[in-house]
């Protein structure tokens, strides 16, 4: 997987382009900027937004060319990220730490155990932001795993996000304009909570 993504990412252009998720800009505008943590954060637009919006940002990815990518784009926009190489499994941060944790398109195989492990690192009535593809997804063209396993459900992330006082789980039918590889209609969920 790590070989496929950095293949994806050493392309010039920003194959998510540069603009942030628009769901996790209108949720995080809702919020007094901290410390946020963006696991699986790719090319770093939402890292950049974040730090622009004034947020102390720490993100990672398992990709080196995505790493690359990031802090060149924050040099470009005058930005600070902490912007770590690792994977779920390797990332490591002091407990209650942040003020809110994004997964933004974050899937993988060991889901559950990644949502379970990042929520440690997340501050008493800190807040979660996810979007994410359904498992609807896999019958669209607009972007995605193409295994069903890596997709979300409702009942999945309420099991995943248990330990969370106050949680907000939908699904949506979209319009994907973010580069590329999620272009069109598109099957997600959304979730806002707190720990």
């Known amino acids: 997987m790590k070989e496929m993504w950095d293949k994806r ?48 940002v720490y993100a990672f990815d398992s990709s080196i060319e995505a790493k690359k ?31 809110a944790i994004a997964f933004i398109y974050a899937h993988s195989t060991t889901r559950s155990s990644n949502h379970k492990k990042m929520l440690q690192f997340l501050k008493p009535n800190g807040t979660i932001i996810l979007e994410g593809f359904s498992k609807k997804q896999i019958n669209n063209s607009s972007g995605g795993p193409k295994n069903i396993d890596m997709l979300f ?25 973010e580069g590329i590889h999620h272009s069109g209609k598109a099957s997600v969920i959304r979730l806002i909570g707190q720990k």
């Not at 996790?24 to 696991?39: A, E, M, N, V």
């Not at 459900?153 to 304009?177: G, N, P, R, V």
Request: charged share 25%; net charge negative; with cysteine.
């Open 9 to 56: 990412y050493a392309q010039t252009d920003f194959v998510y382009g540069t603009e942030p998720n628009g769901f996790f800009k209108q949720q995080l505008l809702k919020l007094t900027p901290g410390k946020i943590l963006l696991p699986a954060e790719g090319e770093g637009r939402n890292a950049v937004f974040a730090a622009k919006a004034s947020w102390e």
């Open 153 to 177: 459900s409702e009942e999945e992330l309420h099991s995943d996000f248990t330990a969370c006082q106050d949680i907000k789980i939908w699904a949506e039918d979209i319009e994907l304009y």
């Open 69 to 99: 990518k990031a802090e060149n784009w924050a040099k470009q926009n005058n930005v600070q990220i902490n912007y770590q190489l690792s994977t779920y499994e390797e990332a490591d941060y002091p407990n209650d730490f942040f003020d």
